[in-house]
Structure formats: structure tokens, C-alpha cells
């Protein structure tokens, strides 16, 4: 990607933001509280972090780092961070091609880290995912032996019943959506496009028992843009592509049947379940278009960050319930915070669930799907990244477990562990250095093998 040639450096490279400048190791990390023994693996999150001297011209296109913090029998191990060394990173190899065609190994896999059959991944939606050992060294590129000839998104889902990784990728090209099926030992074994007007900027997606619920959404590409290189991502909103979404059953039969809903974009889902009644009921972090709008334009750069319509608002929670059998398909807002980053128990993705965990502000907040929320403040002037749900081993109720996050405030972070059942502390470990807000991570539970 081409360096930002602004001569104020950009947002994404100031404040909680900035890139660290190099990697570290550290051990023996300071805990305040009580790390719980079972606690016992990797804590793995992901974020932009361009090289130092070479600022990206987008926050979403820094190169991939990985800061991870080791946990074993009640102790805090290690921190290390390494960035993902993709084709960009070591060798300067453009994603995009002088034809504008993609190399889909020369990418900043910079968006989530997830574990699946033995693996670990970095992933972002541009491109193949890269494989990372579990000391974070990069392992090479994954097409799954030649099968997968599309992007694959960041986020994939695990059905916890079949352990199948469902996951999708999109183009700018036909075919511009293409749904994939990893089985539960790591094989494609499934891959069908799926019909779509246009080039879409499609983030995310969600699973039931028995559909894929899809984001068809007013975001779209603009080869324009792109040509002229006039942004570090080139998609803007389009009043004129509309709005829908799409329920697919998972066994291929049927085709999709597409719901028209309010124009608004979703970066990112909660969880998605089919009720009694046999309708599919979705949660996410909903955008307005006229708070989309001046987001975008801050998180690339074409708009101050700083400024109040950037600020003052960002995503709601929102619920949709769709109803394949007569094509009605309701929405509505159920809080007015502005929160982001929807977590919640692996175990019931595609299931019917009673908790999410969301991010908003200097807040961790947990919304009760059966009535209330409660809040967890980190502080004023803290930024809190995506608190990632460990369910406790043989829990006893949905929230029986704990929530990982990182938090970061002036110079420092933290990787605070909480009691998911009341937000209350469980544990800090004091990190060695500050860990710019980044994107998505996960919890990767040692195997017994493991060393």
C-alpha cells in the first residue's frame, strides 16, 4: 500500500492508535488478583501496525501484528508481539497488481487471530489466511491445499455442534460472494457462490442451526477510487444499492431469501438463532447511515476524527427477526449506548443466547437479552478493546465464566480479567508496554499435548 503523504500524521498513527515500533519479549508478568489456574493457554489479539517511518494511508491497512500473553496454572507466562510476515510485509509485494488483479497471499493480515483444528490463523478479508505458531511466528500462507480460490472474511464461525468453520469471501469481482465450509479436521470441503448485485463491503455474517444469515449493505466498492488512489480503502456509502438481508439454508436447498431493511451498515454481528416459531433472529451493532457516513470518512482519514460528527455517535444494538416461511422481517434498536466489538459464548454460536459482551467508550457493557445491561468502567481515558468471553469448565449457566480484554490508558496496558457473571475483577496482568487498540483476538485453550 502507498505511505500516507499528509504532512499531519494521521489519526490511526496517534494517541491509543499509534503503532509500537518493534518486538519484544517479556516474562514473569506482574499480576494484581488471582489469575484462575484453568486460565491455562494463549491470549492472541490482532491490530494494524505499520512498519515505523512507513504510516498506511487507512487505519484497516497497517501490517498484521499479534500481541500475545501466555497464562499457565495461575501465572502470566509471557508477552511477546510479532507481526504476521505476509508477502507485503517481507518482500513489498503489492495486494493490488499494476491490472488491478490480487495477489491474495500479499496481504496485511492484520484483522483477527482464530484457532481450528490444530491451527492458528491471522486473518483479514482481502486474502488467504496466514498461519501463526503458537509462539507467533509466521507459519507461510493457507489456500487448504489449492481449494480455496477466494478471500476468506476474519470472521468465521465454528458450529459447536458439527465443529465445521463456516466462513465466506468476497470480491470486487465476480463472484462477488462465495460461501465456504472447512469440516471439523480442517478440510474444504464446500464452496458456492452466492448471487449478489455488486461489490459490497461485507464485514461479517452469522449462522443458525440450519442458515447463513448474510449482510447485503450500501457499502460498496468504487474502482474509481481505487484507480485513482485517492483512498487507502476504496468502498463509500451508496444510497442507491439498498439494503437487505439474506437467509441461505446451510444445506444448499432453496436458494436465499432477501428481507429489505432500513439502509445502515454492520460491521460486526453478535450472535444469530432460530426461535420456535422457526424465524431467525439476528444481533448486531447497527450504524445509521448519517452516523456510518462521518466514521468512515475519520477512519480513513477524508474526515477529522476529532471532529463532534465523528465522535458523538457510533453503533447500537440492534435486533432483526426474519421470518423465511412469509418474507416479513422486523428490526429494532434495543439500547441507545454506543457500544461496538459484539463478544459472547463460542459455545452458542448459532444458537439460542442470553448474554452479549460489547465495548463502548471506556466501558465494558453486558447486555441481558432477557431485560437490562450492566457496566463495567475501565476509567476516563481509557480505551477498552473487545472483551472476549472463556467459558468456565463444566459452567453452569451461559455467563459462567470470564471476559479478557485488553486496556490501555496513557503509556500502559492491561490484560484485565473479569468475572463475566458481574463484570467484577478477577485479575490484571501488567503488560510491558502499551498495546495499540487494535481489532479481534481469541482465547486459545492449551491442548493436552501442548507444551
Not at 203 to 218: M, Y
Request: charged share 25%; net charge negative; proline share 7%.
Amino acid at each position: 500500500m502507498s505511505e500516507n503523504v499528509s504532512d499531519k500524521p494521521a489519526a490511526w498513527m496517534e494517541g491509543p492508535l499509534a503503532p509500537v515500533p518493534d518486538e519484544i519479549d517479556a516474562y514473569d508478568l506482574r499480576v494484581t488478583g488471582t489469575l484462575p489456574a484453568e486460565l491455562t493457554g494463549r491470549y492472541f489479539r490482532n491490530g494494524p501496525n505499520p512498519k515505523p517511518g512507513k504510516p498506511s494511508r487507512h487505519w484497516f491497512t497497517g501490517h498484521g501484528m499479534i500481541h500475545g500473553v501466555r497464562l499457565r496454572d495461575g501465572r502470566a507466562e509471557w508477552y511477546r508481539n510479532r507481526w504476521v510476515r505476509t508477502d507485503v510485509f517481507t518482500k513489498g509485494t503489492p495486494y493490488v497488481r499494476d491490472d488491478y488483479t490480487f495477489d491474495r497471499r500479499s496481504v496485511q493480515a492484520n484483522t483477527h487471530v482464530v484457532p481450528h483444528a490444530g491451527r492458528i490463523w491471522a486473518l483479514v478479508e482481502g486474502g488467504f489466511p496466514y498461519e501463526v505458531t503458537p509462539e507467533l511466528e509466521t507459519a507461510g500462507p493457507c489456500d487448504f491445499g489449492g481449494r480455496l480460490t477466494t478471500a476468506m472474511t476474519a470472521h468465521p464461525k465454528e458450529d459447536p455442534v458439527t465443529g465445521d468453520l463456516l466462513f465466506f469471501g468476497y470480491g470486487v469481482f465476480p463472484p462477488y460472494l462465495t460461501f465456504h465450509r472447512l469440516s471439523a479436521d480442517g478440510t474444504l470441503v464446500e464452496s458456492r457462490e452466492v448471487e449478489v448485485p455488486g461489490p459490497t463491503m461485507m464485514h461479517d455474517f452469522a449462522i443458525t442451526e440450519n442458515h447463513v444469515v448474510w449482510l447485503d449493505l450500501p457499502v460498496v466498492f468504487d474502482l474509481d477510487m481505487a484507480l485513482s488512489g485517492s483512498s487507502g480503502l476504496p468502498y463509500r456509502w451508496d444510497d442507491g444499492y439498498g439494503a437487505r438481508l439474506g437467509v441461505m439454508r446451510r444445506d444448499g436447498s432453496g436458494g436465499v431469501r432477501w428481507f429489505e431493511v432500513d439502509p445502515c451498515y454492520v460491521f460486526h454481528v453478535g450472535n444469530a438463532h432460530e426461535d420456535a416459531a422457526g424465524r431467525v433472529v439476528l444481533d448486531a451493532a447497527r450504524y445509521r447511515p448519517e452516523t456510518f457516513v462521518p466514521l468512515w470518512g475519520g477512519i480513513g482519514g477524508a474526515v477529522d476524527p476529532a471532529t463532534e460528527a465523528a465522535q458523538s455517535e457510533s453503533a447500537h444494538l440492534h435486533r432483526w427477526t426474519l421470518d423465511p416461511a412469509t418474507g416479513n422481517a422486523t428490526g429494532e434498536q434495543l439500547d441507545d449506548r454506543n457500544v461496538e466489538f459484539p463478544t459472547h459464548d463460542d459455545t452458542r454460536t448459532g444458537l439460542e443466547h442470553r448474554y452479549l459482551y460489547t465495548v463502548g467508550g471506556h466501558s465494558i457493557v453486558k447486555y441481558d437479552l432477557r431485560g437490562g445491561a450492566s457496566v463495567r468502567d475501565c476509567g476516563d481515558g481509557a480505551h477498552v478493546g473487545e472483551a472476549v468471553f472463556v467459558p468456565a469448565a463444566g459452567a453452569r449457566a451461559e455467563d459462567d465464566g470470564w471476559l479478557l480484554s485488553i486496556v490501555s490508558a496513557g503509556s500502559g496496558s492491561e490484560l484485565v480479567v473479569l468475572d463475566a457473571s458481574d463484570l467484577s475483577h478477577t485479575a490484571t496482568v501488567h503488560l510491558p508496554r502499551r498495546v495499540p487498540a487494535g481489532f479481534h483476538g481469541s482465547w486459545i485453550p492449551d491442548s493436552p499435548q501442548r507444551a
